[in-house]
Nanobody, 118 residues
Framework: VQLQASGGGLVQPGGYLRLPCAAS????????MGWYRQAPGKQRELVAS???????SYADSVKGRFTISRENAKSTVYLQMNSLKPEDTAVYYC?????????????WGRGTQVTVSS
């Protein structure tokens, strides 16, 4: 599985960005897809995730502002980020998690930088 995230950039506070992540491989629809972020000096944290069936979960810090979605036919997951704040500044990473019984295979893409600043 290879993941290619894009869509990052510089945006003013209150602005928006949409991050797409395209996946290769045949297990996309069976995988839990997630977006993580890592700010300088901080640990990587889970921002949002979505199951193959479309169930979603969000970090408290982004609830009501970010929306994760997926198009299984295009093997692509999206993160729509609205009302961006300076504290959302981080490198954003796409993750694919495929469960094989009790085991999980994790795949990561290269990050895309999001900077929120005036």
């Amino acid at each position: 599985v290879q993941l290619q995230a894009s869509g990052g950039g510089l945006v003013q506070p209150g602005g928006y960005l949409r991050l797409p992540c395209a996946a290769s491989g045949s297990i996309f629809s069976l995988s839990v897809m997630g977006w993580y972020r890592q700010a300088p000096g901080k640990q990587r944290e889970l921002v949002a995730s979505i199951t193959g069936g479309g169930s979603t979960s969000y970090a408290d810090s982004v609830k009501g502002r970010f929306t994760i979605s997926r198009e299984n036919a295009k093997s692509t997951v999206y993160l729509q980020m609205n009302s961006l704040k300076p504290e959302d500044t981080a490198v954003y990473y796409c993750n694919s998690r495929y469960y094989r019984g009790p085991y999980a295979d994790d795949y990561w893409g290269r990050g895309t930088q999001v900077t929120v600043s005036s």
